[in-house]
């Protein structure tokens, strides 16, 4: 499971940290998730919850902020993609390129 890995490489991360701040608890973890980075969000934390179970993070919340691809057509019109399926609200094209929401990153943590 794709997602297990994910939830074991954000906690060696927090880990990692904990070891250069010395922190006690940590509150909570924000994460980055792009619509195409291919986790899906329940998987990962079901997967976050079982690893933290009556361990140090077994309180941390995990957040995740959804990020979405921008989208620009050929007719020149930009807008942002929210789903798999997608088309030019313009002209309908479905070929518009796509940059960004791939994303899969820890932006805070919110320790003590
Ligand atoms: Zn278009």
Redesign the pocket.
């Known amino acids: 499971m794709h997602e297990l890995s994910i939830a074991e490489n954000i906690i060696d991360i927090v880990e990692s940290y904990r070891g250069e701040c010395d922190f006690t608890r940590c509150n909570s973890i924000t994460l980055r998730l792009g619509l195409f980075s291919a986790v899906d969000e329940e998987a990962l934390r079901f997967a976050f919850e079982a690893l933290t179970e009556g361990g140090p993070y077994a309180e941390t919340i995990l957040k995740v902020e959804k990020t979405y691809p921008q989208a620009t ?3 020149q ?1 930009s807008f942002e993609v929210r789903d798999f399926y997608y088309s ?1 609200p ?4 479905v070929t ?1 390129e796509l940059t960004g929401g791939d994303d899969l990153n820890i932006v805070q943590l919110e320790v003590h």
Do not use: H, L
Not at 90 to 93: I, K, Q, R
């Open positions: 057509c050929s007719c019109r030019c313009e002209c309908g094209s518009a």
